[in-house]
Protein backbone atom coordinates (compact mmCIF):
# COMPACT_ATOMS: atom_id res chain seq x y z
CA UNK A 1 0.00 0.00 0.00
CA UNK A 2 2.60 2.36 0.78
CA UNK A 3 4.06 1.63 -2.57
CA UNK A 4 1.00 2.68 -3.93
CA UNK A 5 0.73 5.95 -2.38
CA UNK A 6 4.14 7.09 -3.14
CA UNK A 7 3.46 6.47 -6.91
CA UNK A 8 5.29 8.80 -9.13
CA UNK A 9 3.52 11.89 -11.38
CA UNK A 10 4.68 9.47 -14.89
CA UNK A 11 2.86 6.33 -15.23
CA UNK A 12 4.38 3.76 -17.54
CA UNK A 13 1.27 3.90 -19.93
CA UNK A 14 1.91 7.44 -20.46
CA UNK A 15 5.67 8.14 -21.91
CA UNK A 16 5.25 12.01 -21.26
CA UNK A 17 4.85 14.13 -17.32
CA UNK A 18 1.39 15.24 -17.69
CA UNK A 19 2.75 18.59 -17.55
CA UNK A 20 4.64 18.21 -20.52
CA UNK A 21 2.25 16.64 -22.76
CA UNK A 22 -0.32 19.43 -21.45
CA UNK A 23 2.38 22.15 -23.14
CA UNK A 24 3.13 19.53 -26.30
CA UNK A 25 -0.57 19.74 -26.78
CA UNK A 26 -1.01 23.42 -26.35
CA UNK A 27 1.60 23.90 -28.84
CA UNK A 28 0.01 21.59 -31.23
CA UNK A 29 -3.51 23.04 -30.74
CA UNK A 30 -1.32 26.33 -31.62
CA UNK A 31 0.51 25.23 -34.48
CA UNK A 32 -2.98 23.67 -36.36
CA UNK A 33 -4.70 27.14 -35.90
CA UNK A 34 -2.10 28.87 -37.20
CA UNK A 35 -2.22 26.95 -40.50
CA UNK A 36 -5.84 27.21 -40.38
CA UNK A 37 -5.62 31.05 -40.34
CA UNK A 38 -2.66 30.93 -43.03
CA UNK A 39 -5.15 28.75 -44.96
CA UNK A 40 -8.09 30.89 -44.78
CA UNK A 41 -5.92 34.25 -45.78
CA UNK A 42 -5.16 32.86 -48.83
CA UNK A 43 -8.83 31.48 -49.44
CA UNK A 44 -10.20 34.92 -48.66
CA UNK A 45 -7.35 37.37 -50.05
CA UNK A 46 -7.42 39.08 -46.50
CA UNK A 47 -3.73 40.21 -46.96
CA UNK A 48 -2.38 38.84 -43.46
CA UNK A 49 0.09 36.85 -44.82
CA UNK A 50 1.67 38.67 -48.06
CA UNK A 51 3.60 36.57 -50.16
CA UNK A 52 7.04 37.44 -51.60
CA UNK A 53 5.30 38.58 -54.98
CA UNK A 54 2.60 40.26 -53.32
CA UNK A 55 4.96 42.52 -51.56
CA UNK A 56 7.21 43.15 -54.57
CA UNK A 57 3.95 44.23 -56.36
CA UNK A 58 2.75 46.23 -53.70
CA UNK A 59 5.49 48.01 -53.48
CA UNK A 60 5.60 49.06 -57.33
CA UNK A 61 1.81 50.44 -57.39
CA UNK A 62 2.92 52.19 -54.73
CA UNK A 63 5.90 53.31 -56.91
CA UNK A 64 2.84 54.45 -59.56
CA UNK A 65 1.82 56.99 -57.07
CA UNK A 66 5.25 58.71 -56.95
CA UNK A 67 5.18 62.15 -58.50
CA UNK A 68 8.61 62.07 -58.76
CA UNK A 69 8.86 59.01 -61.55
CA UNK A 70 9.21 59.97 -64.88
CA UNK A 71 7.23 58.90 -67.92
CA UNK A 72 9.73 56.25 -69.12
CA UNK A 73 9.93 54.28 -65.84
CA UNK A 74 6.26 54.42 -64.74
CA UNK A 75 5.96 52.73 -68.37
CA UNK A 76 8.80 50.45 -66.66
CA UNK A 77 6.76 49.79 -63.80
CA UNK A 78 3.62 49.47 -65.28
CA UNK A 79 4.86 46.60 -67.49
CA UNK A 80 6.64 44.77 -64.83
CA UNK A 81 3.33 44.63 -63.12
CA UNK A 82 1.23 43.62 -66.09
CA UNK A 83 4.11 40.65 -66.61
CA UNK A 84 2.71 39.20 -63.58
CA UNK A 85 -0.90 38.78 -65.38
CA UNK A 86 -3.28 37.20 -62.68
CA UNK A 87 -1.22 37.47 -60.01
CA UNK A 88 -1.22 41.43 -59.60
CA UNK A 89 -4.82 41.24 -60.23
CA UNK A 90 -6.10 41.26 -56.39
CA UNK A 91 -3.15 43.88 -55.48
CA UNK A 92 -4.36 46.07 -58.18
CA UNK A 93 -7.56 45.61 -57.47
CA UNK A 94 -6.78 46.73 -53.69
CA UNK A 95 -5.06 49.66 -55.13
CA UNK A 96 -8.09 50.72 -57.09
CA UNK A 97 -9.66 50.36 -53.72
CA UNK A 98 -7.80 52.05 -51.60
CA UNK A 99 -5.60 54.20 -52.73
CA UNK A 100 -6.39 57.64 -55.07
CA UNK A 101 -4.48 59.61 -56.93
CA UNK A 102 -1.76 58.54 -59.67
CA UNK A 103 -1.51 55.26 -57.72
CA UNK A 104 -4.85 54.65 -58.35
CA UNK A 105 -4.76 55.78 -61.80
CA UNK A 106 -2.05 53.45 -62.47
CA UNK A 107 -3.48 50.48 -60.94
CA UNK A 108 -6.57 50.93 -63.15
CA UNK A 109 -4.28 51.25 -66.49
CA UNK A 110 -2.68 48.23 -65.30
CA UNK A 111 -5.93 46.02 -64.86
CA UNK A 112 -7.32 47.49 -68.56
CA UNK A 113 -3.59 46.60 -69.78
CA UNK A 114 -3.79 42.79 -68.95
CA UNK A 115 -7.36 42.39 -69.54
CA UNK A 116 -6.29 43.60 -73.04
CA UNK A 117 -3.26 41.18 -73.18
CA UNK A 118 -4.11 38.25 -71.53
CA UNK A 119 -8.09 37.56 -71.44
CA UNK A 120 -9.17 39.58 -74.72
CA UNK A 121 -11.58 41.93 -72.64
CA UNK A 122 -12.01 45.53 -73.47
CA UNK A 123 -12.76 47.00 -69.31
CA UNK A 124 -11.77 50.33 -70.24
CA UNK A 125 -15.28 51.18 -69.92
CA UNK A 126 -15.18 50.76 -66.25
CA UNK A 127 -12.58 53.01 -65.29
CA UNK A 128 -11.28 52.52 -61.97
CA UNK A 129 -14.55 51.87 -60.49
CA UNK A 130 -13.93 49.48 -57.88
CA UNK A 131 -17.11 47.60 -57.60
CA UNK A 132 -16.99 46.83 -61.64
CA UNK A 133 -13.33 45.70 -61.72
CA UNK A 134 -13.63 43.40 -58.83
CA UNK A 135 -17.39 42.57 -60.37
CA UNK A 136 -14.78 41.27 -63.75
CA UNK A 137 -12.83 39.60 -61.72
CA UNK A 138 -15.29 37.45 -60.21
CA UNK A 139 -16.96 36.79 -63.45
CA UNK A 140 -13.42 35.97 -65.03
CA UNK A 141 -12.34 33.69 -61.97
CA UNK A 142 -16.06 32.11 -62.36
CA UNK A 143 -14.97 31.39 -66.09
CA UNK A 144 -11.58 29.64 -65.40
CA UNK A 145 -13.59 27.50 -62.48
CA UNK A 146 -16.13 26.20 -65.79
CA UNK A 147 -13.47 25.64 -67.70
CA UNK A 148 -11.71 23.48 -65.55
CA UNK A 149 -14.65 21.56 -64.22
CA UNK A 150 -15.33 20.94 -67.80
CA UNK A 151 -11.90 19.52 -68.21
CA UNK A 152 -12.71 16.96 -65.59
Known amino acids: ?22 VALVVFGLYVAALYVLALDQQFHWGLF ?21 PEKRQVVMA ?6 AFSIPVLLQAVEHT ?14 IS ?6 DI ?11 DWWIKLQAKWSKTEAGNK
Open 116 to 121: KKFYNE
Open 80 to 85: DIVSWN
Open 1 to 22: MDSSANQSATSPASPLPRPYAT
Open 50 to 70: PSKVDRQLQAQVAELGDSKLS
Open 100 to 113: TGTERDGAAQCLQE
Open 124 to 134: SSDGSDPTKLE
